[in-house]
């Protein structure tokens, strides 16, 4: 690139040139100088000068997974001032994944005042999977001021072993955080867990919550989770429920379900939902659960229906 200098008298020039060449010649502090192996990292870390070096060195030491490298990173956890700096360790923590990593991440859940912080431990201890992360979890969904870090526990409690424990904080949330979107979470999470006793949970929000966001997410939950209730539920929202969109969900689970009880709720909904999508869905549902009924009421539809669209779904189910 080449520069140019405004307009100026000769010797001011020189000058100028002198003073710029003077400050390319000088070097450059090494902001991002690059450590290599874990315990020049671990002393970059220590005793970087600058934040973004030891931001590097707490990336790099999560990068090549040592577990020697824990207690620098707890420290740097507890005591960096660096924001950054204690997210890039928290991370760090998670990727090595060992058991001395959980004690640092849950102290810093509770008590680091930046959410970022918090909300990086969270996902940090969702990633290491200790059973020992249960209780610090649960009570960081239940309690922690700050949504994302509220949805990060519930996310991480969704990684861990089912327990008893874990299912109760993620059905209390499911019904009663402000956001949606912890609520999208728990309901995630009771999905992977495969809670059963988050059932009557997930049938009061299915019912109740105000956003069909969430209710289509208790749906898609409904899938994997077993109870009693649960068809029950489905069937109520699939003849009750306002949104269009969670009805076909409501649909589209009953066929995963393949639950025969289920059948005449959906030839109900083949029959007079105002939703041609709903329509369709409920056919295949009925095809994919099978039976006596399913295999009548997709005949009729696939023969007799005034639209097209659910002809060829029903069709399609036969």
Not at 3 to 17: E, F, S
Not at 67 to 85: K, N, R, S, W, Y
Not at 189 to 215: C, F, G, T, W, Y
Not at 222 to 251: H, N, P, S
């Amino acid at each position: 690139m080449t520069l140019r200098l405004p307009p100026i008298a000769p010797i001011a020039r020189m000058a100028a040139w002198l003073l710029l060449a003077a400050a390319l010649a000088s070097p450059l502090p090494a902001q991002t100088a690059s450590c290599l192996t874990v315990p020049t990292c671990m002393a970059q870390l220590r005793f970087g000068e600058t934040r973004p070096l030891r931001e590097l060195a707490a990336q790099l030491l999560g990068e090549q997974g040592d577990p020697a490298a824990i207690p620098v990173l707890a420290t740097a956890l507890a005591q960096d001032d660096g924001e950054f700096v204690r997210i890039y360790a928290a991370q760090a923590l998670g990727r090595i994944g060992t058991i001395n990593a959980v004690e640092p991440l849950t102290k810093a859940l509770a008590d680091d005042k930046r959410e970022l912080v918090r909300e990086s431990a969270a996902q940090a201890l969702g990633a290491i999977r200790a059973r020992d992360a249960v209780t610090p979890l649960a009570v960081a969904l239940q309690k922690d001021p700050s949504w994302p870090v509220r949805a990060a526990a519930a996310m991480a409690l969704g990684e861990l072993s089912p327990t008893s424990a874990a299912a109760r904080a993620l059905s209390v949330q499911l019904l009663n955080d402000g956001r949606s979107e912890v609520r999208i979470q728990a309901a995630e999470a009771i999905a992977r867990l495969k809670a059963k006793e988050a059932v009557n949970a997930l049938a009061k929000s299915l019912h109740d919550d105000p956003a069909p966001q969430v209710r289509s997410t208790v749906a898609i939950t409904m899938a994997v989770v077993d109870g009693e209730a649960v068809d029950k539920a489905l069937l109520a929202a699939l003849l009750e429920e306002r949104d269009r969109g969670v009805r076909r969900t409501v649909a589209e689970t009953m066929g995963k379900r393949k639950r025969e009880p289920v059948a005449a709720g959906l030839a109900r909904t083949l029959q007079v939902d105002s939703a041609i999508e709903v329509r369709q869905a409920a056919a295949t549902a009925l095809g994919r659960i099978g039976g006596a009924l399913a295999r009548d009421a997709l005949t009729y539809f696939a023969a007799n229906s005034i639209f097209p669209q659910v002809r060829r779904a029903a069709q399609d189910a036969l």
